[in-house]
């Protein structure tokens, strides 16, 4: 799986995560994860108040992607599996949109999945919008005046080390 903060296909593709997936992350923005559970994965975005306290006025987008049966795991319904952080990426400077974007690495360059990663078709400013491919999803929010954003990147392992969630945060400064 690919992870990015950005709709630019980087030119090379890091490498599996290891001792470089946080330098990764944190000087180009994107990360790739093996060991994803294979099956189907749904999406979604979510925007919420930055939970720190009850006065911050940071907003949170996040896009998540869940395997299919993850809420039939007992470990998820019990808590034992928890969302573990694998990198953050500060941008301390204005920005007008926020983006997160899935890929599953073997098909990226399927039809639907290289259609995505045209920029063209995300160059007219909105709101927010969605594209979603068998294979790929990408969210792009617009952003009120900030100071820039921070992005964490987590991910959800079963018991056997399968990755069965994953999320891209993306925290209004």
């Not at 090379?12 to 330098?23: A, I, M, R, V």
């Not at 790739?32 to 939970?51: D, F, M, P, Y």
């Not at 990426?89 to 039809?111: E, K, N, Q, Y």
């Amino acid at each position: 799986m690919l992870l990015m903060r950005t709709l630019n296909l980087p030119s090379w593709l890091p490498p599996p995560p290891g001792t470089y997936l946080k330098l990764s992350i944190e000087q180009f923005g994107f990360c790739s994860l093996n060991k994803a559970r294979t099956g189907i994965w749904i999406s979604e975005h979510q925007v919420a108040r930055c939970h720190c306290s009850n006065t911050c006025p940071e907003l949170v987008h996040v896009l998540d992607a869940r395997h299919l049966e993850l809420f039939l795991e007992e470990g998820y319904k019990n808590g034992t599996w928890q969302y573990e952080e694998i990198g953050y990426d500060c941008i301390p400077v204005h920005r007008d949109i926020a983006v997160g974007a899935i890929f599953d690495l073997t098909r990226m360059w399927s039809p639907t999945s290289s259609q995505i990663l045209k920029a063209k078709s995300w160059a007219r400013p909105a709101p927010f919008k969605a594209k979603i491919g068998s294979h790929c999803v990408a969210v792009s929010v617009k952003l009120e005046e900030n100071n820039g954003i921070l992005v964490r990147y987590q991910v959800m392992k079963d018991d056997n080390g399968k990755v069965v969630s994953m999320r891209i945060s993306n925290y209004v400064i």
